[in-house]
């Protein structure tokens, strides 16, 4: 991965500001071009009478969102980088951030969630999750807290599911894993066992030492090792984790018990209308994740 050109969509909130702080440490570790885009919200349901008061009153909020840009990238460190400021209008945030980013062939979003703590941050952003589902790059979802100067990638979890898209999601975490020095993490979460009750109803139960559960787990495992040592270089070891259970739960938790940086996870290059469905997985994950997440996605066309 080596993005040329970064996005950071802005609000001006203390998320976006997070956001803002990812965008200019992954835009100072590539050399990319860093586009800021604030989009100032039309309201179609204003009286037409007001059309030239509503027009000046938006010409106004560009003005005030360009003084917002720029001084929200004088405090922070920018030598050396290609800062491009855009500004649009629309209805919508999120569609004028997908055309922006397609019109200027971007290779990277940057945007902030609500970075919430408990169920409540299970609640991504409308416009966050519109971006992350329909956009046609990568998208980088950005926690953390403000300010944090020291920003570092020591350590990157990978959900590994053995698809296609796991697999290249892999191989992009080695390139990051070897530019940054990361020591690189490699998780499979198996589904939890259930059995039959009263009825032949499906309940969660059977027992985790039972002998086929046993055999699948030691299959699964041996597998996964053997991923590994394909992947594994001299200069690169990568440490593989088997967990059981809701895989969107126990990925974030063990990002947690871990202290990742990152965690990077495909989409499955969904397209169209199965774009709503994201992956429950990578959308749950990018939602609750205490760590910035990374969710990569297949060039259009390539999702067969």
Known sequence: MQPKKILLATDFSKFANVALDEALFWAHSFGAELHLLHVVVLYGDSPAHDA???SATYE????????????????????GLTIIEGQRRDFSAAPAILRYAQE??????????HGRRGWRRFLLGSVAEE???????????????????????????????????????????????????????LVHVMAAPITSGGGGIPVP???????????????????LRSRVAEAETADLHIEPH?????????????????SADLI?????????????????????VARAAACSVLVLRRPAGDDE
């Open 131 to 185: 971006v992350l589902r329909s956009a046609d790059c990568p998208v980088l979802v950005a926690h953390g807290e403000e300010g944090e100067s020291d920003r570092r990638l020591d350590r990157i979890l990978v959900p590994f599911d053995f698809s296609a898209d796991a697999t290249e999601s892999l191989e992009t975490a080695k390139g990051l894993a070897t530019k940054f020095g990361s020591h690189l993490d």
């Open 52 to 54: 030239a008061d509503l």
């Open 242 to 258: 088997l967990l059981t259970g809701h895989a969107p739960t126990r990925i974030v938790d063990l990002a947690d018990r871990l």
């Open 264 to 284: 990077l996870i495909g989409s499955h290059g969904l397209s169209g209308l199965h774009r709503a469905l994201l992956g429950s997985v990578s959308e749950r």
């Open 60 to 79: 106004r909020l560009t003005l005030a969102a360009s003084e917002q840009l720029r001084g929200s990238v004088a405090e922070r460190g920018t030598e």
């Open 205 to 223: 139960g059977l027992p985790l030492s039972s002998p086929a559960y046993v055999d699948l787990r030691a299959q699964t495992e041996e597998l």
């Open 104 to 113: 200027n062939e971007v290779d990277l979003i940057v945007i902030g969630s």
